[in-house]
């Protein structure tokens, strides 16, 4: 009866127990963090759906917030996720779209294309900073690279608003200015996330590649002429 | 996520390169040299320290990780940013009786120089060549700027198979007849590409100055990038055939020098084709005849 009575409350005999203040306690107490957690978990079933969307797009928003404003703190690193990279990823693809002769082998980039290269790119470069010895997890970085896409995407748009106006002269200019300006805010933004999980004497030989790849985003960003 | 006591193996990597970094202070030209120093008259203390460095090298090498696991890889970009721009640099001032293999590589040929190398070479040559065009034809009348996106996939497949199957065919060469005649240097297939790989460097700044319209420019960059190119490459791969038959020896320095002006020449007629006065469709055309030369040797 007893036994049973102990099995059933498994720290009943703990009550009793009373530590004197000259006892020294050491150790972290873990045991009520669970079960609220769990609790925290419960309560996402219970909200309307509009509420748990509304939360991913509040992460995905700050993560843009530490893009923009790049000081080396780790949270775009701790929880990455990837929506944030397709939907930018998908938006400047999209952007891309329309450009030049159609069906002709002088056309511009296509949509397939432009998702290639920044996702076949990043995993490329990911993998390259992992086998140079990189302590940063493998989707972390390929979370850190899409997000910084973002300068990259905002200079697309604002190419396609720049284009409507017919000089073509000052748009190009503007253009440039605009596209270089976000170009070197993307590498300078994944740089400080990226760097400081390499090895000291190895950094340059990531920032390389990473600096190739948002090149050749924005070149294809820059020279994208819609179809009259 | 940068925590300093992550116990990850590149600590004892550091540790080797860098003693290999002093040792190359001390070795003056080749590895054969390096075997014979040891023995005599080295302080015991010395001694010790190179023989562990020796056996962990050697346990290094040996290691055999099988192919398919990230541990392997990880060799071939056990490298760092002084190496690659030793390397660089290496592979654009050959100088008589200096072995790149023997100099820079130093039994670590990497994969990062090659591979990087050639996708710098293919935007480099894309880019520019879609530029100079733009140059060319500013101000024509009819004249509609396109981006030619394309051409970025055919460079790729031009010079990536040039930098990794023409190495491939040059090694087994050298494998087949190190096996009639006995040559006291041999290359491993790594090594072939990272040499490969290094000596496209130079076609970079090279193919950056094509940008120009003006012929005479291309054509003195492109004898100077051959002359330079070609020459590390010879140098190089002299050691491996010098004790073969005179054909043999002929034979293979012509087939490296004709790949590599071949390349050379293929990419200047089909990017940076003169503009016609037909339209844009000549440069095409220009394009089909030249473009299965690049490829026919490989």
Request: charged residues 15%; hydrophobic residues 45%.
């Amino acid at each position: 009866m007893a036994a049973a009575d102990e099995s059933s409350r498994p720290f009943a005999g703990l009550s009793d127990v009373s530590i004197s203040g000259d006892i020294p306690v050491e150790g972290d107490i873990s045991v009520p963090v669970g079960p609220s957690r769990r609790d925290d978990e419960f309560s996402t079933l219970d909200e309307p759906v509009k509420e748990t969307i509304l939360r991913d797009l509040r992460a995905v928003g700050n993560k843009f917030i530490h893009v923009l404003y790049p000081k080396r703190s780790s949270a775009l690193l701790r929880d990455w996720d990837l929506w944030g990279p397709l939907l930018l990823c998908v938006t400047l693809a999209l952007l891309l779209q329309g450009g030049a002769a159609k069906g002709d082998d002088q056309s511009g980039p296509q949509f397939a294309e432009v998702f290639v290269i920044i996702w076949f790119g990043s995993i490329i470069i990911t993998l390259n900073s992992k086998l140079l010895g990189g302590t940063i997890s493998f989707f972390q970085s390929l979370c850190v690279l899409g997000y910084c896409i973002m300068p990259l995407t905002v200079a697309m748009a604002t190419c396609r608003i720049v284009l409507l106006v017919p000089n073509s002269l000052v748009s190009f200019v503007v253009r440039l200015v605009v596209v270089t300006a976000s170009f070197g805010w993307s590498t300078f933004a994944s740089t400080a996330f990226l760097a400081d999980s390499q090895p000291p004497n190895r950094k340059a030989l990531v920032v390389y590649p990473v600096f190739l790849f948002y090149f050749v985003i924005a070149w294809m960003i820059l020279t994208f002429t819609p179809t009259q | 996520m940068a925590s300093t006591k992550d116990p990850f193996e590149f600590q004892e990597f550091e540790e080797a390169g860098s003693l290999l970094e002093a040792d190359r202070d001390a070795v003056t030209i080749s590895i054969e040299d390096e075997k014979p120093r040891q023995a005599p008259g080295v302080s015991p203390d010395e001694e010790h320290l190179d023989s562990d460095d020796k056996t962990e090298l050697l346990s290094g090498q040996k290691k055999s990780t099988p192919f398919w696991t990230f541990e392997y890889y990880q060799r071939f970009f056990d490298i760092e940013t002084h190496h690659v721009k030793e390397r660089v640099i290496g592979s654009m001032l050959p100088w008589p009786g200096k072995n790149f293999i023997h100099i820079y590589l130093r039994r670590n040929p990497d994969l990062y120089g090659p591979f990087w190398i050639c996708t710098t070479l293919v935007f480099a040559i894309a880019i520019s060549g879609n530029l100079s065009k733009f140059l060319t034809s500013l101000g024509k009348s009819g004249y509609k700027y396109t981006p030619e996106f394309p051409k970025v996939t055919i460079a790729a497949t031009a010079i990536f198979s040039y930098a990794f199957l023409v190495p491939l065919a040059l090694w087994g060469f050298l494998l087949w007849r190190n096996n009639k005649i006995m040559n006291l240097v041999s290359y491993s297939f790594m090594e072939v590409v990272c040499v490969y790989g290094y000596s496209l460097s130079i076609y970079i700044p090279a193919v950056v100055v094509w940008i120009l319209p003006y012929e005479w420019l291309r054509w003195c960059s492109i004898v100077v990038a051959l002359c330079l190119s070609g020459s590390v490459l010879v140098l190089t791969f002299w050691p491996a055939v010098k004790d073969d038959h005179p054909k043999v020896i002929i034979a293979i320095m012509a087939a490296i020098l004709v790949l590599n002006s071949l390349l050379a020449v293929g990419c200047k007629a089909y990017f940076f084709s003169k503009p016609e006065p037909v339209g844009t469709v000549a440069p095409l055309n220009e394009g089909t005849k030249t473009m299965p030369a690049t490829l026919k040797p490989v």
